[in-house]
């Protein structure tokens, strides 16, 4: 079972992409790990390996080591400007 | 302080792209309670002017879901340190125009100290813990808002504020 993945704001445009499923190579269990992975499609991907991409897991902000599974809802995003 | 239950309050979070009403809103905090000394309330416009330009409109993107989460979860905790007897905070998503209300945080309690500190508190965790990003319309062209290293700051001084006290 997959994961979905979505992105926000400014990463959002810069993808192309606002939300996919991925099935992650095996091995790939942490928010760094799948990172990495989505990086190395190159080209724009490498944006999110600028360091002040935010993750979240289920909906809850987490860092890189949080652990994600099948069927997690994964995002990324730049920082937040609200208020 | 000790942590304390959240009093039994009001605690309404809402993501909303109409407008609010200031007067109603700030009323309904202490309608029907005679425990409430007072109400602190705050309530954030768009500018017309950002980093050196015009600002002719902006839109609101956010994150369904983890949205109205992050807020609920933010004032959970304000509730926890505070006690505060009631709280409303309204975001406003979508297309806005400068002068247009964003943002409405209502806090009432029994003592004035509470409700200014959890009123601050809510917003500068707002402003950081919450998925809305800005993207302005200027004379250059859109261009989405740069966070602030400012708003880190004031969001940091709150958890420097309870390891302070607890020591």
């Known amino acids: 079972m997959a994961l979905r993945i979505l992105y926000f704001a400014a990463l959002r445009e810069a993808l192309g992409v606002s939300a996919e499923d991925f099935d992650p190579p095996a091995g790939v269990a942490s928010v760094s790990a799948l990172r990495a992975c989505l990086v190395a499609r190159g080209g724009v991907w490498e944006k999110l390996a600028a360091a002040n991409v935010k993750a979240a897991v289920n909906q809850r902000m987490v860092g890189g080591d949080a652990s994600v599974g099948p069927g997690d809802e994964v995002a990324f995003f730049p920082p937040v400007t609200g208020g | ?35 409430v000394g007072g109400i602190a309330t705050f309530i954030g416009l768009v500018r017309d002017a950002n980093d050196g330009s015009g600002v002719s409109a902006m839109t609101l993107e956010h994150y369904p879901g983890m949205t109205e989460r992050a807020l609920g979860d933010i004032v959970e905790q304000a509730c ?88």
């Open chain 2, 1 to 35: 302080m000790s942590a304390q239950q959240a009093a039994a309050g009001e605690m309404l979070v809402s993501v909303q792209e109409a407008d609010f009403d200031v007067g109603a809103e700030t009323a309904r905090l202490g309608d029907g309670r005679r425990d």
């Open chain 2, 80 to 167: 926890v340190r505070w006690s505060p007897l009631s709280v409303r905070v309204i975001h406003r998503v979508g297309r806005l125009q400068p002068g247009d209300r964003i943002v409405f945080v209502g806090v009432a309690a029994a003592h004035r100290g509470e409700a200014f500190a959890a009123c601050e508190f809510i917003m500068d965790y707002l402003k950081t813990q919450a998925p809305f990003w800005k993207r302005e319309e200027t004379p250059e062209g859109a261009r989405w808002v740069d966070a602030r290293e400012s708003d880190d700051t004031a969001a940091a001084r709150w958890s420097a504020a309870a390891s302070a006290s607890k020591g």
